[in-house]
């Protein structure tokens, strides 16, 4: 498992900065903006303004089930049945409340999370047997997901956000490719890419070599020279959003088999 514990604190603190950053950045959109569309294809900003408020209820919830020695889930009813109703305001609800209760449900995480201990982090989070959707992790690797909900929606709500924070990119750059080789499930990827092998290339930091074939899908550290079917270089933090489904800031630069370098997004579309 991808050990998170020392860094978890850290994560924590730039969870509770980006989120009172969007908090106040939203409170100061008109409501026929917040109700305009995000760069989220069919998302509106008010969409993801729900989606970000549930993901704090979520992630606080398993957080105090776990400590508890609880299983617990981010949809205990089932993503597919429970999900399109969290990206829409409750019934009776203004834009306001929503974003009212997203800086509520927010500041409750950031209690949740404020006096855990480097153990506590690296508590084991169980789901139930009958609704796995994340796999193996760690309260400490739901602090970055958490992390990576608010730096990429936050983003995604083009209002003008800064860009990823340097802690984001350095811990989930690793942490995601960690992911690709344990949470694979029928909503992710596309099983007729061929098997293939990709060198992602860091021009600021570590190279990764991700391979996909019958086997499953591997990452792992590799030198700049390591042979693969395609080559795809760029900055951590480009290559991190090439990994989650986000248009770069410069142009990727890829070398090798194009029709390989061109599946990437096929196989691994990002969450």
């Known amino acids: 498992m991808f050990e998170l514990a020392v860094e978890a604190p850290a994560l924590a603190r730039a969870v509770l900065e980006r989120s009172a950053l969007l908090a106040?950045?939203?409170?100061?959109?008109?409501v026929a903006d917040l109700e305009g569309p995000?760069?989220?294809?069919?998302?509106?900003?008010?969409?993801?303004?729900?989606?970000?408020?549930y993901g704090a209820s979520a992630t606080m919830r398993m957080t105090k089930d776990t400590l508890r020695g609880l299983p617990t889930s981010f949809y205990p009813d089932g993503r597919s049945l429970q999900r399109p109703g969290t990206l829409v305001p409750r019934i009776g609800e203004l834009p306001g409340d929503v974003l009212a209760s997203l800086a509520g449900e927010s500041f409750w995480l950031d209690q949740a999370w404020r006096d855990l201990s480097q153990s506590d982090w690296s508590t084991a989070v169980v789901e139930p047997a009958d609704n796995v959707d994340l796999g193996p992790t760690t309260l400490a690797f739901l602090a970055l997901l958490r992390l990576t909900e608010v730096e990429v929606h936050g983003t995604d709500l083009d209002v003008g956000l800064p860009d990823w924070?340097?802690?984001?990119?350095?811990?989930?750059?690793?942490?995601?490719?960690?992911w690709l080789e344990?949470?694979?499930?029928?909503?992710r990827g596309?099983?007729?890419t061929p098997p293939a092998s990709w060198l992602l290339r860091a021009t600021d930091g570590p190279t990764?070599?991700?391979?996909?074939?019958?086997?499953?899908?591997?990452a792992e550290p590799a030198a700049p020279s390591t042979k693969a079917d395609a080559t795809i270089e760029g900055t951590s933090r480009d290559l991190l959003a090439l990994l989650l489904?986000?248009?770069?800031?410069?142009?990727l630069r890829t070398r090798g088999k194009v029709t390989v370098a061109a599946s990437f997004n096929r196989a691994f579309?990002?969450?």
Do not use: Q, Y
Not at 38 to 53: E, K
Not at 165 to 178: D, G, H, N
């Open 182 to 187: 344990t949470r694979r499930s029928d909503h």
């Open 269 to 271: 579309p990002g969450p």
């Open 165 to 178: 924070s340097e802690v984001f990119v350095a811990t989930a750059l690793p942490a995601r490719l960690w």
């Open 190 to 192: 596309d099983d007729d």
């Open 208 to 218: 990764h070599l991700l391979t996909r074939d019958e086997a499953g899908v591997r």
């Open 245 to 251: 489904g986000r248009p770069p800031r410069h142009k």
């Open 38 to 53: 995000s760069l989220l294809p069919d998302w509106s900003r008010l969409t993801i303004a729900c989606h970000l408020r």
């Open 24 to 30: 106040d950045v939203l409170l100061k959109v008109d």
